[in-house]
């Protein structure tokens, strides 16, 4: 030891060179034991995990003395790997390709996907639930032409050998060092079952940084893994290890294991089968396996002895004990004791790209399987367990190789069924079903833990993972004693979780037991038999369907006899499970279908097969009873079952296959008996009876109707359905596509999941999956999706092409696959759309008959069905009943009658030459048919009918019989028809006569149904009597007879009707067609009937009721007249509503004629001649608005950024996908603003700045209106109760906010209408002929004369409280721009920019400019008017001082005032850098209301000078110094002329000599100017920039005056805008011809001398002291020009955004966020939800929509690829803008497909950001309480 110590006083790095040299010498036995010396110090397991000082030893040792980091590169360079084998935990973004996928299970990382080629493969992204590893480079598991670049190159032939030394410390620590964890391992574990609170993690966590060191070894490569496997895998290391540590006096590694062990081998006596199997024999602790026995017999099960496993004495080397015999063992023995952490499960599944190691670990694997199963069932936490071990097993049972080998070395197959057998043993309960005292069955209970949390999936997901192995399977079939074992398992579902029908009370609690159970047999039943039937394919593999198919009766008889069954069900029970029946009929349908074996070889004898029907026949007859409401107080989950037995993922493993085994049965049993006991199971015999009433004893009279309908249905789909009796694959899909189809038109991924999978666990895909496209493209057309702007987003469907509807629609197809029975309405519904579209049939129409497939010759036998005296007496009886209205017929009834009748003609019975043997005469049924054949019994009559009935029936005759013509005899003759009615007494005795075959008396033993089952209580219903009914019918002639009922025409049929038929007309139609084709048919098919219709045809006459007349006939009668009388009343109803909503639409959603969009301004021209009145839509009363009682428009304000976020740019800016790509701010429109205002606040008066601009670019103030008004106290008490119901929809109420009562949109204040006043009206609008000046003058006077102040009002308490709601609506940032917030200037500015606002937002809706005139669709009603008044209330507070006034400046040319003593007063701003329309709007709302026009006018053409001089300024910045010397003295000579005042020659010449001035702004000589400058101005380009600087000024003016005056806007070209502009705002008396080329000087009118004006203007700007010559020039060349506001360009496909941020850290936290988001405004990147990124408890989304778009933001949610709205406190979830190839979303991106932009969806987010109405069109929004 003391070497040691003095090596560890050492640097290590010195040391491990040191060691390193040592043991490179040939004799290197000295520095082995140094080195083991030091290992045994440093690797102690006394000292703590936590202690990283040994990690640190370990590493600089293995790196043997240079750095780790380049160790780790050297060893990195030897990498010999072929597969990829990159390991993932849950979540983790893969791919699977199903083109190149061997393996359903296939997997691949990213990188080796994009670095494939799959362009047109079958591929989909997903998250990964378990974990799982990369497939790439695995040929056992894909394709090699899906390999990437990096893997397909089997880089292992050109790596260098790696040499010895680089290694070699490696192989000596190691060892140390994972025994080292191992014994932490041992030592930190704790029973559960100790006192001890025991925690398993911290003693992980302590251990994290050497099993990660571990995890990074397995990461340097091949060369590093070929070291650890042979270390984990060498028993003798293991054993030397392990003897030293013995030596040193540690607990001894056998011990502790085999203490854990015993944990596994309790029971070993007590015969645990799973446990002998594994044969841990190994000396247990007695007392714990004794224990476990004790509690075993406690169990219910009725001291059952688990199953003794034939099996275990195959192999002697399975029985052993878990005995360790290497480190791999028992380091899996300790993950498994551990749980599966997932540091150990990533550890050991990196190492498989060894496959040495990948052998082993699989064997070791499958040695611990069993004990993986017992810590699976004891875990708490079996969900996160269930996945890390599926994690393992699908890398190692996926490939075929592996598995075979494991099956033939390991008995995996044995471990594994016997595992799940001894799983399902522990909760096990005695079956109740049939004969609960007796019965010997045993099945799960499906409420345990077990299953109801699906803790068997794991193994049963392995089971069948190896059994997709065509090796693996083919052993399983062969080997018997298996099977055998595997049918128990499945005899445990066999009847589970029985219901029974409540007869009393409605049941307490519903029990959701029946989710567990329908998993548990789907997936531990069905899945294994599918994956079995995948390798029974061909005639090779008959013996293994003979095999099954015996097992699987053998299996059902010991069934049969430990439930006591007989020969009849009991009653009021069903259960949904029955799984045996179903493995037998489906090898069955296989045997037949691919196998050509003969049906009747593995058919069982006529006893069995009738006992195999009981079950499945009962199930549809309570489907029936269930949907007839017998169950109801079962509750709702008696309906989910019905429900989860035919829906799609279950229907192929249920339903079909109960059907297939009933057609089997059918088509070899009795006929006759198989009828009867139909309508026996469902109740209905009692009905079938000719006379009117009757009694039943065990249906309401309710239920008789929907119980008939059902068996009736039944039968049809019984006949008439070939899934597995003849269909091919390929038709049978189109059959599936085409019914769901017709239900409802479907998107591409609901069809995918609605068809059954043609369940083939390889292909994991639809059947023959590459045809399911071409099906879909051959049976429907595509939709694409629609979009209405407002309208719900569509997403792409496919709908059924017409010749679909006209010659494939199946009904029965239809009824067999809906889970809900308003599907079968909706498939009617949308067929008969159809019909009455394409002109086939106009009515009402009936189902349609279709043509079957031709049956499969095995199963001929079905046809006897439809020719059988019972069906024929069935079908005759109830053609009677509805010809003479019997109750509880229907038109439902006689469709499935007349479609039984219809199979029959069509399905002809072979002529039977071999009669089975002779029929005794005495059978009851022969006296009413000759024959069994349907087309000889169609046309015989039957004369009279003895029935039972109540003595009250109307059929008791009072009198004798009638001894006319009919002699005795023949009277006698009619008496023996007594028996008709006893399908009971049928079925009995055909049972009897099956049973007794050889015994030939014994027929004549009929069990009749005593009476005394029916016991009468005293008083209740009358006797029943026998009467004889004369009938003398035909089926023909009731046919007939019901062709003139339901034709209400006497004699419908003439006799000549047959000769003038066209069959065409035929297929499609009501229940008169469907008699007529019936008719058709049997008359060309037999001349005989022929003759009898036309017979019939010709003395028809209308039915005659019984003699009293019975008090239904006049119900009938009523009722036809009720009904009339009911559709009248709501006829009218309906009329009435109509109007009342048309008026309401008009008054309401009127934005298209101009006309009414001018009368609706509520200050409208002609309407101001009287007081405006306003609609109150609260209390419906109309009246003006009073300063007592003010009206107010609803109104919702919101703070907008939209202005803000616009550029100069037409295209959009590109969202970054790359990091080489950036988006800058920096030219945005408020940005621009900003700026401006922060310059000028550098050097010019606070209070002249803040009138200079306008703000609320960001953050701006937008009203608008739905249009409807409202009193305000009206208006107050609808928000108290609000207030105080409780149900409120996502709005908050306590921030004012509501839905207008009238159209429900949202809402968040009220705007108070201004009194209307009549008296100026007149005055306001007349022209005027004053002269400039004096109008100038009257201005001035108007600004000087304060408004009168309004004396304190509820109208003016409205108006302020208003104001408070504008300013409360955005944030103080957006409002404070002064040098002092709170100031009055500040107020002032932030007053009138809400009106620019507004004015603005409504010219970007308006598509930027007026060209479209006064009708814009997209110009909402609008509030400006109302809005300008409340505005200019609140401004005239403020006066603005004369001195300052702007008008002086504008219209008089000052003297020169000589300097003041304040020379620290900063100057006011030129006008020439002052904002024209702000100076617009500041004059409109601080004169007195109304203006008069002409006033307006005047300001307008006085503001325009100011404009027109600004932009001659602006541009005569941007020529060059010749230019600017040319144009200023060609002007020069014109000034004199008389127009000089209005020619822009004149005037350029006279700005550029003035700004020439001393401090010249032109001195400034950049280089962009000359760039500009490279084109030569001409008087037309010069003409059209000074236009473009223009117009928005006047745009501006214009919007302004429409709404302030009423006036029309009139729509033009874009070329001819400005003109049009100028005439509508008086600046021009006439348009010029042609329009488009105005002068824009020639507008002009100066009120003095204009040249004198333009001086004082420009002297302004060139005597600025403290100003830089650039500043200026920013200032005066102003940009005013923006382009409509857009979102950033996405890139087409999704994956390219998807790929680039959902790993992206962010910027701020540097962590990769959980959820990711985008701002699609300004491309930011923000951490959704993220706590990372909270300020102030906001999250990082909502702090972004408040900074970005003034609380409304618009997020792309990365991983889930839809987009989230953020609005104020609310959020709602938009939708997603990219969709599949099949037009579909994909929302969390669950299906993967690739996703790409959808324009369309894209703009009408963008026109619904623009247009402010996400609140309204959006309807599901929530509150977000700021965590988003």
Known sequence: ???????????????????????????????????????????????????????????????????????????????????????????????????????????????????????????????????????????????????????????????????????????????????????????????????????????????????????????????????????????????????????????????????????????????????????????????????????????????????????????????????????????????????????????????????????????????????????????????????????????????????????????????????????????????ELQDEENSRHVVVNCSEALLKNNTYWPLVSDFINILSHQSVAKKFLEDHSLLMLWMSFVSFFQGMNLNKRELNEHVEFESQTYYAAFAAELEACAQPMWGLLTHCKVKETQEYSKTVVRYCLETLQIWFDAIGFIDEPAPNQVTFHLPLHRYYAMFLSKAVKCQGLDLDSLLPDQEMLMKIMVHPLQIQACLSEIHSNMWVRNGLQIKGQAMTYVQSHFCNSMIDP??????????????????????????????????????????????????????????????????????????????????????????????????????????????????????????????????????????????????????????????????????????????????????????????????????????????????????????????????????????????????????????????????????????????????????????????????????????????????????????????????????????????????????????????????????????????????????????????????????????????????????????????????????????????????????????????????????????????????????????????????????????????????????????????????????CVICGQSGPSTEDRPTGLVVLLQASSVLGHRCQSKEAKKLPTSDEEHIYAADTCGVAHDVRLTLMQRFFKDSSCLQSVSIGWDGGVYVQTCGHTLHIDCHKSYMESLRNDQVLQGFSVDKGEFTCPLCRQFANSVLPCRPGRGTEAGAWHTPTNKKTFVLVKEVEDLQEKLGPFSTESNLSKEMELVIKDIKNTTQKKYMDYGKNPGSPDNDFLFMYSVARTNLELELVHRGGNLCSGGASASAKRSCLNQLFHVLAMHMRLYSIDSAYNPWTKLTQVLQVREADGFDDERPEVPMLFRDVPSLLIIFVLTMPQPLRKEHFTCVVKMLYNLQFTQAVAALSTKFSPEERQAWSTSGALKKNVANAETSFEALLSHVISELSEDKSVYKVKTEETSMLSSSVWSPQSIEFSLQQFCLPFLRLSCLLQHHLYGDNLTGCQEEE???????????????????????????????????????????????????????????????????????????????????????????????????????????????????????????????????????????????ASVIIIIRGHRFCLWGSVYLDAHGEEDRDLRRGKPLFLCEERYRVLEQQWGSHTFDHINKRWGPHYNGL
């Open 658 to 1175: 109960d059907i297939y085994l009933l057609q089997v049965c059918a088509s070899r049993l009795d006929p006759d008996y198989f009828i009867s006991s139909v309508f026996e199971r469902f109740k209905v015999v009692d009905l079938l009876t000719m006379a009117s009433q009757h009694q039943n004893a065990v249906l309401d009279s309710e239920q008789e109707r929907p119980m008939l309908e059902g068996a009736l249905t039944f039968l049809v789909i019984l006949t008439s359905l070939r899934v597995h009796l003849g269909m091919t694959d390929d038709e049978i899909l189109r059959g599936e596509m085409v019914s769901q189809l017709c239900m409802n038109d479907r998107t591409h991924s609901a069809l995918l999941d609605l068809i059954p999978e043609n369940p083939n666990p390889k292909s994991g895909i639809v059947p023959g999956s590459c045809s399911f496209e071409e099906m879909l493209s051959a049976v429907a057309d595509f939709k694409a999706p629609v979009f209405e702007p407002g309208g719900s987003m569509q997403q792409g469907m496919y709908t059924p092409k017409a010749e679909v509807w006209e010659k494939e629609f199946d009904p029965i197809m239809v009824v067999l696959r809906t889970v809900y029975r308003r599907d079968v309405q909706s498939a009617m519904d949308r067929y008969s759309a159809f019909l009455k579209q394409s002109g086939i049939h106009t009515g009402n129409p009936w189902p349609p008959y279709k043509e079957r497939t031709a049956l499969h010759p095995c199963y001929k036998g079905l046809i006897k069905l439809l020719h059988c005296k019972t069906l024929h007496i069935v079908i005759f009886t109830l053609l009677y009943k509805i010809w003479m209205d019997h109750q509880n017929m229907s038109e439902h009834v006689l469709c499935m009658v007349l479609y039984l009748i219809e199979l029959g003609l069509d399905n002809q019975v072979q002529d039977n030459k071999e009669d089975e043997e002779p029929c005794i005469e005495e059978h009851c049924h022969d006296s009413w048919f000759p024959g069994t054949n349907l087309l000889s019994n169609l046309h015989h009559v039957i004369n009279f009918v003895r029935v039972r009935v109540p003595e009250t029936a109307p059929e008791v005759k009072r009198e004798a019989p009638p001894s006319t013509s009919t002699e005795a005899s023949s009277y006698g003759q009619n008496l023996r028809e007594a028996q008709v009615f006893s399908l009971v007494a049928e079925r009995r005795r055909k049972f009897q006569e099956i049973i007794n075959r050889s015994n030939t008396e014994a027929t004549q033993v009929v069990r009749p149904k005593s009476s005394s089952t029916r016991w009468v209580p005293p008083g209740t219903p009358p006797q029943l009597v026998t009467e004889i009914l004369e009938i003398r019918e035909s089926m023909l002639s009731l046919l007939i007879k019901l062709h003139q009922k339901l034709s209400s025409k006497q004699n419908s049929l003439s006799a000549s009707w047959l000769e003038d038929m066209d069959m065409s007309r035929h297929t499609h139609g009501d229940g008169i067609t469907a008699i007529e084709r019936i008719l058709t048919k049997a008359a060309t098919r037999s001349c005989q009937i022929k003759r009898s219709i036309q017979d019939i045809c010709g003395k028809v006459c209308p039915p005659v009721p019984p003699k009293k007349n019975s008090p239904t006939d006049k119900k009938t009668m009523d009722k036809e007249e009720r009904r009339q009388r009911a559709r009248e009343r709501q006829q009218k109803l309906l009329a009435e509503f109509a109007s009342r909503q048309k008026s309401f639409m008009e008054t309401a959603m009127d934005v298209e004629s101009p006309d009414t969009e001018a009368a609706m301004d509520l200050g409208g021209s002609d309407v101001m001649e009287s007081e405006v009145l306003y609609d």
């Open 1 to 431: 030891m003391m070497a040691a110590s003095l090596l560890l006083r050492r640097d290590k790095k010195a040391t491990a060179a040191h060691l390193k040299a040592d043991l490179n010498r040939a004799d290197n036995s000295s520095g082995v034991r140094q080195l083991q010396e030091l290992l045994d110090t440093v690797l102690n397991p006394e000292t703590p995990a936590a202690d990283t000082e040994a990690l640190d030893w370990c590493k600089c040792l293995i790196a043997g003395g240079e750095g780790f980091e380049e160790f780790c590169k050297t060893v990195r360079s030897y990498d010999n790997a072929t597969l990829c084998g990159l390991v993932w935990t849950a979540n983790f973004v893969a791919y699977r390709c199903r083109t190149c996928g061997i393996s359903p299970c296939m997997s691949l990382c990213a990188e080796c996907f994009n670095n494939g080629d799959h362009t047109g493969h079958d591929f989909n992204m997903f998250r990964s639930q378990a974990g799982g590893a990369c497939d790439c480079g695995d040929s056992n598991v894909m394709r090699e032409s899906g390999f990437c670049r990096r893997h397909r190159l089997r880089t292992g032939e050109n790596v260098p050998s790696i040499p010895r030394d680089l290694l070699l410390m490696s192989e000596m620590v190691l060892p140390h060092f994972i025994l080292c964890i191992i014994q932490y391992l041992r030592d930190g574990y704790v029973e559960p079952d100790t006192s001890t609170e025991r925690d398993l993690q911290k003693v992980l966590q302590q251990l994290e940084p050497q099993i990660s060191f571990l995890e990074e070894l397995t990461k340097m490569g091949g060369a590093m893994r070929t070291v650890l496997t042979k270390i984990l895998t060498n028993q003798q290391t293991f054993k030397e290890l392990s003897m030293a540590l013995q030596n040193s006096g540690l607990v001894s590694v056998e011990e502790k294991a085999q203490a854990a062990a015993a944990d596994v081998t309790v029971g070993a006596e007590g015969g645990a089968g799973a446990m002998v199997l594994l044969g841990t024999t190994a000396p247990g602790s007695p007392d714990e396996s004794s224990k476990e026995e004790d509690q075993d017999a406690g169990q219910s099960v009725g001291q059952r002895k688990r199953v003794k496993l034939s099996s275990s004495t195959k192999d002697p080397c399975i029985i052993e004990s878990l005995k360790h015999k290497c480190f791999l063992e028992e380091l899996l023995f300790w993950t498994i004791k551990y749980e599966f952490p997932q540091k150990m499960v990533t550890f050991l599944l990196n190492m498989l790209p060894d496959q040495d190691y990948k052998i082993t670990f699989t064997k070791t694997f499958v040695q611990h399987y069993a004990f993986i199963m017992k810590t699976l069932m004891k875990s708490h936490e079996s969900d996160t367990m269930s996945n890390r071990i599926v994690h393992i097993s699908v890398q190692l049972f996926s490939n075929e190789e592996l598995a075979r080998h494991v099956t033939e070395e390991c008995h995996l197959l044995d471990i594994m069924v016997t595992v799940l057998l001894y799983m399902m043993e522990s909760c096990l309960i005695k079956s």
């Open 1617 to 1759: 805008e400005f003109a049009s502009l100028a005439v509508c705002l008086g600046l021009l008396p006439s348009a010029p011809q042609p329009a488009n080329i105005v002068h824009s000087a020639s507008c002009l009118s100066w009120a003095v001398s204009a040249f004198g004006l333009v001086t004082q203007w420009c002297a302004e700007v060139t005597g600025l002291s403290q100003m830089q010559a650039e500043q200026s020039l920013t200032l005066l060349v102003q940009e005013p020009q923006w382009t409509a506001p857009r979102l950033l360009q996405l890139p087409d496909n999704y994956n390219i955004i998807f790929q680039y941020y959902h790993r992206k850290a962010c910027t701020a936290c540097k962590k990769v966020p959980k959820d990711p988001a985008l701002c699609l405004v300004c491309g930011a990147f923000v951490c959704l939800k993220g706590v990372c990124c909270k300020q102030q408890g906001i999250c990082e989304c909502v702090l972004h929509s408040q900074h970005c778009g003034a609380a409304t933001g618009i997020f792309l949610l990365i991983n």
